[in-house]
């Protein structure tokens, strides 16, 4: 099993910045780790993902040149380091890990979940 933990969640201004972390225990894999949001009302979509061993990303369009996902293996933490936030970026956000080596963009690819972290944009 992996066990993952979210936190750096919380409450910033329009335009603001925030950095989430996502650490990562338990089994070794050279898969992937992503983050996804939930906003209050809507199904939880894809904001990017890394591949642990390459550190090749993938972005969901909307949040392109916003955010960057990053890792740090010796840490054994993923970090989503997140610019220009927008009101509509408030959600909570949810690491996720896949042990595939295809680029998972959709929930149902991804293996273990985090607890999941609060971020508010208030505009």
């Known amino acids: 099993h992996v066990q993952l933990q979210a936190s750096g969640g919380g409450l910033v201004q329009a335009g603001g910045s925030l950095r989430l972390s996502c650490a990562a225990s338990g089994r070794t894999f050279s898969g992937y780790v992503g983050w996804f949001r939930q906003a209050p009302g809507k199904e939880r979509e894809f904001v990017a993902t890394i591949r642990r061993s390459t550190g090749i990303t993938y972005y969901a369009d909307f949040v392109k040149g916003r955010f960057t996902i990053s890792r740090d293996n010796a840490k054994n933490t993923v970090y989503l380091q997140m610019n220009s936030l927008k009101s509509e970026d408030t959600a909570v956000y949810y690491c996720?890990?896949?042990?595939?080596?295809?680029?998972?963009?959709?929930?149902?690819?991804?293996?273990?979940w985090g607890q999941g972290t609060m971020v508010t944009v208030s505009s």
């Open positions: 996720a890990a896949s042990i595939s080596d295809a680029t998972p963009i959709l929930r149902g690819e991804y293996d273990y």
